[in-house]
């Protein structure tokens, strides 16, 4: 079995597996997985069968070709309507040292979270200028070691976060480039990241300005940027325009109340995977263009930063692994695999999407299963695969 990676919270159709034409033409959804005549399932042209037998169960494959194809797609998608548009890749979305050395040399930057993700960034070879560094509860360390490298972008959200920048600054005599995350005035029906969560500063309430003027007022720090990042597995165009509208009205109410203008707006990232929007008839060609046409309404030229992370990684894999066997329990069949929730990601919206390594027979009926591994977890890999 071979499964290909992700999700959607806003579809429920995305929460059981791929439809019986989806599997039979998979290469139409992504191109380096195809049947061939015989009905064996090749994955870059290897036979996936012979791949599992040969390097045992379960392993995990990331191609490097669709990594780098899927950060050109996206980072042309916004710098054909922003120049200076920079596409910083989220170290959390993958940590593998090869999977991001082919971001480094497409040309993309980093997005840290934490003092290992910066370690890991730097060992990758990215340059301090080509790094921004968020997080929630900044610890001294992580702002020791951002402030020391000299990143880019330093993202805060909190009157203590911005207390500890400036703290590491005076420690090491220098001067921090910050940005400043809001959580922008908007319907949060369906916004994914809601007021008073643990990510942001919320608009509501002044809480934003407040912030705005304390970092206004500290010598360590320089505000150059607007950091906003509201959605996550957005496949919804609506939804992320009234994001950016939001963030727009954000920076025009900054400017009028507190004259300052941003070097740089920061939307994060946030898109669902390639192949999923693509399954929809969309792209982030899309996505950049609803970003145009509500950005242009901030009324002042700005570069332009994105932060995506499951874009970039999420489709760029297969696991390959091994029925061991099946379970029935009431109403339900289980297929009992070697891969689920020791080696991928367990979350309740996620699944993955099961591909058979050969098709059934012709005139073979089709059947639909549960998939799960072994252990006692609850977690499930896909519900409802065919």
Excluded at 15 to 33: F, Q, W
Excluded at 282 to 303: M, Q, V
Excluded at 324 to 350: C, F, P, Q, W
Aim: aromatic content about 6%; hydrophobic content about 40%.
């Amino acid at each position: 079995m071979a499964t290909a990676h992700d999700a959607s919270r806003v579809r429920a159709r995305d929460l059981i597996g791929l439809e019986k034409s989806e599997i039979t033409g998979v290469h139409r959804l992504l191109d380096y997985l195809r049947y061939d005549d015989q009905g064996r399932l090749r994955v870059y042209g290897h036979d996936a069968q012979e791949l599992l037998d040969q390097a045992g169960a379960p392993l995990i494959w990331y191609f490097g070709d669709r990594v780098r194809e899927n950060y050109r797609s996206i980072d042309d998608a916004y710098r054909a309507h922003f120049p200076g548009h920079r596409t910083f890749a989220a170290i959390k979305s993958c940590y593998l040292k090869e999977c991001l050395t082919v971001l480094h040399r497409a040309g993309a930057g980093a997005e840290v979270m934490s003092a290992l993700e910066l370690q890991i960034a730097q060992q990758i070879g990215f340059a301090p200028a080509d790094i921004v560094s968020n997080g929630v509860g900044r610890s001294e360390e992580y702002a020791d070691a951002t402030v020391a490298a000299g990143v880019g972008l330093t993202v805060v959200d909190c009157l203590d976060d911005l207390r500890t920048v400036a703290a590491a600054c005076r420690r090491h005599g220098s001067r921090a480039r910050i940005g400043l995350r809001v959580t922008p005035p908007v319907d949060h029906d369906g916004i994914y990241i809601t007021p008073s969560s643990k990510l942001g500063v919320d608009w509501e309430g002044g809480e934003f300005l407040r912030l705005a003027r304390a970092a206004l007022d500290t010598p360590e720090v320089q505000v150059v940027a607007l950091h906003a990042h509201q959605v996550t597995h957005c496949s919804q165009p609506a939804k992320y325009r009234a994001t950016l509208a939001g963030v727009a009205a954000v920076a025009r109410e900054t400017e009028r109340e507190l004259g300052l203008r941003f070097e740089v707006i920061d939307i994060g990232g946030g898109l669902e995977t390639r192949f999923l929007l693509h399954r929809s008839g969309l792209g982030p060609e899309d996505f950049a263009a609803i970003a145009k046409e509500e950005l242009d309404s901030i009324g002042y030229p700005f570069r332009l930063h994105i932060e995506p992370g499951r874009y970039l990684t999420a489709d760029a894999a297969v696991g390959l692994t091994a029925v061991t066997t099946e379970k029935h329990n009431g109403d339900r069949t289980y297929l009992v695999t070697e891969i689920g929730s020791n080696v991928l990601i367990d979350m309740a919206e996620v699944t993955y999407h099961p591909l058979p390594t050969r098709l059934p027979d012709p005139g073979t009926p089709w059947t639909a299963y549960d998939v799960g591994d072994s252990t006692c977890a609850p977690a499930l890999v896909c519900r409802t695969a065919t």
